[in-house]
């Protein structure tokens, strides 16, 4: 088995694993509790906001520990929204549906919403978005890499475009996370989540910057500064923790790793196989290679790669048997493209070895696929 669906999760590691498993089994007392079963759990929680505070140059009481990217996105855009009750909203057209159909969400409820497309290349413009401000806005969000191209975005200049407007800038670095250092100098709020970093699925950190007003979506006890209702995640934040850690100390040196497997595979494809693109260009994360493939349906790809063990993904939404075409390809390069788009994704459990096999295995499925 192959498996190039790294932005879609990743396995759990082994050390994350052993971090996790005393706080399943011994101390696994309510880190609300006052007795030392509590007590140690809420030292382990802490220990965790400390470090990620640390690495995200941030104080600890702007961490708050949710289930999963998406609960981040909905809480940092509801959230603030709702704390101001009415006013417009910038977001970008390849968002997560996690802050996308927020939005929309939003846009039911009153709110006013203007959507920036990205060009060609898949990028948002940091003019696109000065031009969009009005004095009436609220919120802009803008993810820091795209989890279908991997392209990263210029989220640096978007936040001082909207700094000097007084906009709160939000970042999903749930993609990014994995490759690139995180900092409250990216933005007023962010995210990331465990499961694409080689932890533990269901939790996630999401940053706020102090003194933001911000409304809880889940309401309940008085976890998390009464944000964010609910008996904490325990081994998930431990886990979390520990991958983040690893992960964040190893960039260095697995970072190259995974870009010269993608860049590998990605110069063969091309160049082997008539008819593929890659779909968008600039600053790319250095896991994924999102590739057209003229005449072929993505999620027929997909189906004969996993009939031969390789795992890939399509980024298309299937129900029902109905498949709707990605959002982000269709609004970057037309429906055709997205149609035929297929992701793949490395991490740092790949080798080098499965490239060969991957490339052979893709040329017999195209020419398949397109001589029906
Ligand atoms: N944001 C982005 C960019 C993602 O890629 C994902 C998951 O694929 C999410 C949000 C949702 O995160 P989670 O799966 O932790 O809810």
Redesign the pocket.
Known sequence: MIYLDN???TSLDRDVLAAMEPYFTQIYGNSQSQHSFGRQAAKAVQSVRDSIAARNVCSPEEIYFV???????NLAIKGLCHAYGRGHIIISGI??S??YDSALQLKSEGYELSVIPPAPEGIISPDAVREAIRPDTIFCGV?Y???ETGIIQPVQDIYSVCRSKGVFFYT?C??AAPYMPLSSSLADGL?F????LYGP??I?ALYIRGGTKVKPVITGGMQERTLRGGTLNVPGIVGLGAAYEKCVSTQETVNPYIRSMRDTFLKRVLAEIPGSRLNGSGPMLPSHANISFDGCAGENIVFSLDLKGIAVSTGAACSAGAVTPTRVISSMLGLPRAKSAVRFSFGRNNTPEEIPQVLDALKECVSRIRSV
Do not use: F, I, Y
């Not at 989540?193 to 694409?196: D, E, F, I, N, R």
């Open positions: 932005a879609a999760t289930s999963g990217g998406t609960e981040g996105d968002e997560h996690a802050l993810m890499a795209n989890n999903d749930v993609q995210v989540s465990a499961h694409k699925k269901g996630a």
